[in-house]
């Protein structure tokens, strides 16, 4: 079974940049997606941006133009790049592996001041 491990999070002002990671303990060529979620405080769990295999994306649109998703099978890791970050971007991110199961991370804090 894999293991994922989020890194990369941390205190940023509006308008800063952060990039998230996300390390599976093993390889990722062959999971078919590849996720980032958030949960902010007092909401459910939202996707934010999903990675196919084939390198097909799909973003939230309140993220879209802002974020980008990337995965490098060569070193087992995605990565989700934050750009133009907004105070209500603040959430705990979650990496999530799928395919035919569903994993997740321990999650990695992002908090943005305004």
């Known amino acids: 079974q894999v293991q994922l491990v989020e890194s990369g999070g941390g205190l940023v002002q509006a308008g800063g940049s952060l990039r998230l990671s996300c390390a599976a303990s093993?390889?990722?060529?062959?999971?078919?997606?590849m996720g980032w979620y958030r949960r902010a405080p007092g909401k459910q769990r939202e996707l934010v941006a999903t990675?196919?295999?084939?390198?097909?994306?799909n973003y939230a649109d309140s993220v879209k133009g802002r974020f980008t998703i990337s995965r490098d099978n060569a070193k087992n890791t995605v990565y989700l790049q934050m750009n133009s970050l907004k105070p209500e971007d603040t959430a705990v991110y979650y990496c999530?592996?799928?395919?035919?199961?569903?994993?997740w991370g321990q999650g990695t804090q992002v908090t943005v001041s305004s």
């Open positions: 999530n592996a799928e395919s035919g199961w569903r994993l």
């Open positions: 990675i196919t295999t084939g390198g097909s994306t």
């Open positions: 093993r390889s990722i060529f062959s999971i078919n997606t």
